[in-house]
């Protein structure tokens, strides 16, 4: 029985397993974008996130625990220079995963896995007196007199 056992063994032992996932993850720090099968991408998606999240953290102890995964220094200073300051406004979910053709070889799923580019923008929750508020305010806002608009009515008034 698998109880407790997280994550996939992808068909590799423990140390193939590890060194395939450091691998994949500095790929796709390098080039933000790699293709691989389903399965892989998953996983990857998990360790990615967390490597991100260090990054967007910044500190000297989170560099350094970036570099136990990451073993390319240049890598390690894109993700802290580049893509943690980029993801700083993300709660998560700094990856997308899209499915292509199955592979001809093998018939194995084949996707993309890559970095989200565009801008995160928070939810709003609208209330139920949103409108309310807003047509209050509306109502009880006053017009702002300028001087010339004084003048013009006091000259408007003499006029008459």
Same mark, same amino acid.
């Given at each position: 029985?698998?109880?407790?056992?997280?994550?996939?063994?992808?068909?590799?032992?423990?140390?193939?397993?590890?060194?395939?996932?450091?691998?994949?993850?500095?790929?796709?720090?390098?080039?933000?974008?790699?293709?691989?099968?389903?399965?892989?991408?998953?996983?990857?998606?998990?360790?990615?996130?967390?490597?991100?999240?260090?990054?967007?953290?910044?500190?000297?102890?989170?560099?350094?625990?970036?570099?136990?995964?990451?073993?390319?220094?240049?890598?390690?200073?894109?993700?802290?220079?580049?893509?943690?300051?980029?993801?700083?406004?993300?709660?998560?979910?700094?990856?997308?995963?899209?499915?292509?053709?199955?592979?001809?070889?093998?018939? =194995?799923?084949? %996707?993309?896995? #890559?970095?989200?580019?565009? &801008?995160?923008?928070?939810? @709003?929750?609208? !209330? $139920?007196?949103? +409108?309310?508020? =807003?047509?209050? %305010?509306?109502? #009880?806002?006053?017009?702002? &007199?300028?001087?010339?608009? @004084?003048?013009? !009515? $006091?000259?408007? +008034?003499?006029?008459?």
């Amino acid at each position: 029985m698998r109880h407790n056992k997280s994550g996939k063994s992808l068909g590799r032992n423990s140390s193939h397993r590890a060194a395939m996932m450091r691998n994949m993850v500095t790929s796709l720090l390098e080039h933000e974008k790699i293709t691989t099968t389903d399965a892989r991408a998953k996983e990857l998606r998990k360790v990615v996130d967390r490597m991100i999240t260090l990054g967007k953290r910044g500190d000297l102890h989170a560099r350094r625990q970036a570099i136990q995964v990451i073993r390319d220094r240049k890598v390690v200073g894109k993700l802290f220079e580049l893509i943690g300051p980029r993801y700083k406004d993300r709660p998560g979910g700094y990856t997308r995963i899209i499915k292509l053709a199955n592979r001809l070889g093998d018939n =194995a799923s084949q %996707v993309i896995i #890559e970095l989200v580019e565009e &801008e995160f923008t928070p939810r @709003v929750r609208k !209330a $139920a007196n949103k +409108e309310v508020v =807003a047509e209050s %305010v509306v109502t #009880e806002a006053t017009p702002v &007199e300028t001087p010339e608009a @004084v003048e013009v !009515a $006091a000259d408007s +008034e003499q006029a008459e």
